[in-house]
């Protein structure tokens, strides 16, 4: 075997996070090995965030037509999906090639290996035949997989994962949709709006669970407006296909049939894949365990969906910037001392310090006011704890909730201005601790709520402020009142 390559930074899996981490470590003058089995840039390009929110633009497009009558006139609307379908294969470069993106990486400097990685004892990566070592460390940034409940029949049938949903170009006449989750509920809408008679199967007692209350009320009434079936509290016991339909059976003997089945009832990490037993690693667990720095053990960090720590691109990114930045402070330390590996960087000693050579601080992870939103029609935007974690961990709560219809921006909004301001404090701390923002523009007018639970900002404060008349933030300046 031909002996192990040398370089500077192994990153396993161009994901969003992946990607951004070893392009701007290539940038910085590491020599950067970028190894992905599948596409560069990950799910969200291709099969997530970019393509599903052109399908959810597409569908919410053909709803505002709909809204005309009462409004301003009457419109007739026909949907059809061959546009939307044409877009999203233009946007994914029709056959799912990942060539710009791969361009884009080697572009900046570094070297890109197609193939499958494990790690083969510290500080060593095996692709394929292939042997790197690598001085200053690994990054993981494996990325997740749909995670399909162990239901009796499942794993037989042809099932659609979201991938399956977003490449489709004939929409079936009715789809069964496993988990009320909020990728569950934004599809699920999308079909419904196209003229797909959807049902939607959720084993807890309402969908958006992770959510408040108020929230899972205002999204059902919605989806059953557009004429989505919804029912909660049904546990999926087993599920059949003839050839030609789905069949759903859930407890009590309750069963659904449908031309195709949709299965979204969350993500995992596959970690038995990686070799973490050849570096002391649990490989057991559902994610990789990381520190506020993103570590898992010496010389391995991780980023993105792999860490459990939400699955959404921006907190990829977020935590890229840590991880290069800790990654760079790695290589300065070890370029003014001993290199911790024994071998001399070829970095020369600049990177991870200012043009002075002082060190540059690294941040740590901090996600008390991680922001998520649900795009479904109204939004539902939220951040922070919601009234029941916060509860559960004993904070003296305060609540404020204003009515979106009941504000000035609400009435004249009219069709389709559902929604509502919810905001959760700590009454002993004077500060939020969450807040929820649903309505037309919900994941817009949480940006304020993000800003206000980050920095603490005293409800004083916050009070204090002026909000633009007549703009749907304006709500949280009610649900203040509300919260007096």
């Given amino acids: 075997m031909a002996d192990p390559e040398l370089v500077d930074v192994v990153v396993i899996g161009l994901g969003v996070g992946g990607e951004e981490v070893a392009g701007r470590l290539a940038e910085a003058g590491l020599s950067v090995v970028g190894v992905e089995r599948d596409l560069v840039g990950g799910e969200c390009p291709y099969w997530g965030c ?11 497009a053909i709803a505002e037509a709909r809204r005309v009558d009462g409004l301003a006139g009457s419109a007739e609307v026909r949907p059809d999906w061959a546009p939307v379908a044409r877009r999203i294969r233009a946007e994914a470069t029709d056959t799912w090639d990942d060539t710009v993106a791969v361009q884009r990486f080697t572009g900046k400097g570094g070297r890109f290996v197609r ?66 989750g909020a990728i569950g509920l934004e599809l699920a809408q999308v079909f419904a709006r196209f003229g797909v008679r959807v049902t939607v199967v959720e084993a807890l007692d309402r969908v958006l669970a992770v959510e408040e209350p108020e ?18 509290g049904v546990r999926a016991e087993r599920v059949g296909h003839d050839g030609r339909a789905f069949t759903l059976r859930g407890a009590g003997g309750v069963e659904f049939t449908a031309d195709r089945l949709l299965v979204v009832t969350g993500r995992r990490a596959h970690l038995d894949e990686l070799g973490l037993d050849t570096v002391g690693v649990d490989a057991g667990r559902r994610y990789l365990a990381v520190d506020d720095r993103l570590h898992v053990t010496e010389g391995i960090w991780a980023v993105g969906d792999v860490t459990g720590e939400g699955a959404f691109t921006h907190v990829a990114m977020y935590q890229a910037g840590i991880v290069v930045a800790d990654v760079l402070d790695h290589v300065r330390r070890a370029d003014a001392g001993a290199d911790p590996s024994g071998t001399a ?52 709560v305060q609540v ?85």
């Fill in 50 to 60: 970019v393509p599903s929110k052109m399908m959810i633009r597409a569908a919410n």
């Fill in 115 to 180: 193939g499958t990685a494990r790690l083969d004892g510290p500080g060593r990566v095996r692709v394929d035949e292939r042997v790197f070592q690598a001085r200053h460390g690994i990054v993981l940034g494996t990325g997740t997989r749909p995670s399909v409940p162990p239901v009796d029949g499942l794993a037989d049938t042809p099932y659609w994962t979201n991938r399956q949903a977003v490449e489709v170009e004939e929409l079936p006449e009715s789809l069964l949709v496993l988990g009320g």
């Fill in 215 to 232: 929230a899972s009320e205002v999204a059902a009434a919605a989806l059953r407006t557009d004429g989505v079936e919804i029912h909660t």
């Fill in 345 to 396: 960087s070829a970095t020369g000693g600049a990177a991870g310090a200012d043009a002075g050579g002082a060190a540059r601080a690294v941040p740590r992870a901090d996600y008390r006011a991680l922001p998520r939103v649900t795009f479904t029609d109204p939004e539902v935007g939220a951040v922070g704890l919601t009234e029941r974690q916060a509860r559960e961990r004993g904070v003296n």
């Fill in 400 to 484: 404020g909730l204003a009515r979106l219809p009941s504000s000035a921006r609400g009435w004249i909004h009219k069709a389709g201005n559902e929604g509502f301001v919810k905001l959760v404090a700590d009454a002993d701390e004077g500060v939020l601790i969450g807040a929820t923002s649903v309505g037309p523009a919900g994941g817009e007018v949480l940006s304020a709520l993000v800003v206000a639970v980050h920095a603490a900002v005293p409800l004083a404060r916050l009070r204090q402020m002026i909000y633009a008349y007549p703009t749907f933030h304006r709500t949280i300046e009610d649900a203040l009142r509300d919260m007096s």
